[in-house]
């Protein structure tokens, strides 16, 4: 069965650095999506994209937040200057269509990004 | 901005049948409902969806009321590997506009040997 990858599975760092979480949808997915969820809370909605560009995001997904698809394969979150409120774990994901939730997306293990 | 409300926790036995409603009062017209699992550590798990009446498949079946305040899902027949976080997904319109998925706080099953 085929699944969404994602590396790291844990990342620590120092307030103030940038981090990059790395991410590989499913082969023939074309909506991919970033979500976080910080420890003991739900699972909160950060980004969607297709098309090589963003088609919705959250309240949460401000200016030091980035995404990216730099090849065929990769999908990356950047985080520019990360806070302590940022430690969470944040989950990828891929679907085969958009129309946001009408189709099943497909999530990854998450990594769990630790700011210190 | 929808919100959804569900039990925070419930309990049962092996082999016994579960029901999880999650009341969703301002849902859209053209919403969909969405359950999802998830297990300590690992990414939500897609279970069902549905927009209204009755939704069945191999692991669950899905109950929507003709005013789709609430929905149900009903676990056949439990196991202990069913243990896990269930969560019901509706979107919602953020204060930007934008129309994003919401998951609940969800419920937490616990089912006991």
């Known amino acids: 069965e085929p699944e969404v990858t994602q590396t790291p599975s844990h990342q620590v760092t120092q307030m103030g650095q940038e981090v990059i979480l790395r991410c590989v949808p499913i082969s023939n997915h074309l909506y991919f999506y970033w979500y976080r969820q910080i420890l003991g809370q739900k699972v909160e909605f950060l980004v969607s994209f297709y098309n090589n560009e963003i088609s919705e995001k959250s309240e949460i997904f401000d200016d030091q937040f980035s995404v990216e698809r730099p090849d065929g394969s990769n999908f990356t979150l950047k985080i520019r200057s990360t806070k302590l409120e940022d430690s969470a774990m944040y989950f990828c994901?891929?679907?085969?269509?958009?129309?946001?939730?009408?189709?099943?997306?497909?999530f990854g293990p998450g990594t769990r990004l630790t700011v210190t | 901005l929808a919100k959804t409300t569900q039990p925070i926790s419930m309990d049962s036995y092996e082999g016994q049948e579960v029901n999880i409603t999650c009341s969703h009062n301002?849902?859209?017209?053209?919403?969909?409902i969405t359950w999802y699992q998830q297990f300590p550590s690992q990414g939500p798990r897609f279970i069902i969806q549905g927009y209204k009446t009755k939704v069945t498949n191999e692991v669950a079946s899905l109950f929507i009321p003709a005013d789709r305040k609430s929905s149900t899902l009903s676990l056949p027949r439990v196991s202990l590997s069913d243990t896990a976080v269930y969560y019901c997904l509706v979107g919602a319109q953020a204060s930007g506009g934008s129309y994003i998925p919401t998951f609940g706080r969800g419920t937490s099953l616990i089912v006991h040997p």
């Open positions: 994901a891929s679907s085969e269509a958009g129309q946001l939730l009408r189709y099943e997306q497909y």
């Open positions: 301002n849902i859209a017209t053209n919403d969909y």
